[in-house]
């Protein structure tokens, strides 16, 4: 259950901007767009406030602080990420509270807050909201400031019971995700210039290195050459997740201009992708509709990610900061 923000105005609700995309998502997902309309004003109470910054995220390219998440293994689930602007732990787990989001594992806090002393975040923390029928997930991403790179990467190793891969390499720690409520913890790194035995390297810290080659292919078709030796683009992400029990999920990430191009590009592939897959990507569709003609290379479209976990079949994940109705 929510709690009142004393900082959000009586009657404040969803900023102008996001009134038509909003929309788009009710007539999809009515039940879970009215729990979000409950939620964003409070996750960004700071940002919606008078005064607040809107446009100054790190979360997308525009600047815009909420990103709308989708998941070709659960279309039915509304998900996004959003930046609220927070700079310190009390006021984030003030912020956390009022969600009523469960309550979160000592440990990784503690672990973030050691690793904000040693330098200086950007960000400082993002929050991923899940709504599905009746349920709702918060994740909390915990950003690892450059200068805690190698105190991150010894958690890490901690974390997933596994040492540090490539090492000789230029790469980092960048977040801790932490999920309440399956004790899941991620982590975040990315690699640059990374190179395609590299991947198998990455994949074997999460005992995936057999699937190296079905991953390069599945990348190879999304880039519309084949993936030989290095990769496309300068940056890759990766991740780990692992809870408690089960096996270590593994994801590649880019930046989804890094595999297909310009803005109406981006859209146009990402469906020709869906259709070929069988992927529910209709409200995809219908929420990046005003994007379908433009060629910006700043990019409303965020991250794309290919994730494997045990034997089950690859699954993509892809993000997009939602425009309005008159962008194009």
Same mark, same amino acid.
């Given at each position: ?68 998440? $989708? ?11 959003? *930046? ?47 709504? =599905? ?25 901690? @974390? ?21 409520? *399956? ?15 590299? @991947? ?35 940056? $890759?992400?990766?991740?780990?997740? =692992? ?18 191009? =310009? ?54 994940? $892809? ?10």
């Amino acid at each position: 259950m929510l709690s009142p923000d004393p900082t959000v105005p009586v009657g404040g609700g969803l900023p102008p901007t996001l009134s038509w995309a909003h929309a788009v998502i009710s007539r999809w997902l009515p039940a879970e767009a009215a729990r979000m309309a409950e939620v964003l004003p409070v996750a960004l109470a700071r940002r919606l406030t008078s005064g607040g910054d809107w446009g100054g995220s790190t979360l997308t390219m525009p600047g815009d602080p909420l990103e709308i998440a $989708f998941a070709t293994h659960d279309p039915l689930s509304l998900r996004y990420t959003v *930046d609220p602007g927070v700079q310190d732990l009390p006021e984030l787990l003030a912020l956390w509270h009022r969600l009523g989001a469960p309550t979160l594992p000592s440990e990784p806090l503690e672990t973030a807050q050691a690793l904000w002393q040693q330098g200086q975040p950007r960000f400082h923390a993002f929050i991923g909201v899940r709504h =599905r029928q009746a349920e709702d997930r918060f994740k909390l991403y915990l950003e690892v400031p450059e200068q805690a790179a190698s105190a991150a990467e010894a958690y890490a190793s901690g @974390v997933l019971e596994c040492p540090g891969v490539l090492p000789n390499r230029p790469q980092r720690v960048e977040m801790i995700g932490v999920d309440p409520t *399956d004790g899941r913890i991620e982590i975040y790194g990315r690699i640059t210039d990374m190179m395609s035995h590299e @991947v198998g390297t990455v994949l074997w810290r999460g005992g995936l290195a057999h699937r190296k080659a079905e991953l390069l292919e599945l990348l190879s078709l999304c880039f519309g050459f084949p993936v030989q030796r290095d990769l496309p683009g300068s940056v $890759f992400g990766y991740s780990y997740a =692992r809870a408690p029990t089960g096996p270590v999920a593994v994801t590649l990430y880019t930046h989804a201009r890094t595999l297909f191009g =310009r803005e109406g590009s981006i859209r146009s592939s990402l469906l020709s992708l869906g259709r070929r897959y069988g992927w529910d990507l209709g409200l995809y569709a219908d929420l990046s509709a005003p994007l379908a003609n433009l060629a910006d290379l700043t990019t409303r479209h965020t991250m794309f990610g290919i994730t494997l976990v045990g034997d089950a079949p690859p699954t993509v994940s $892809f993000g997009l900061a939602p425009p309005e109705e008159s962008c194009g």
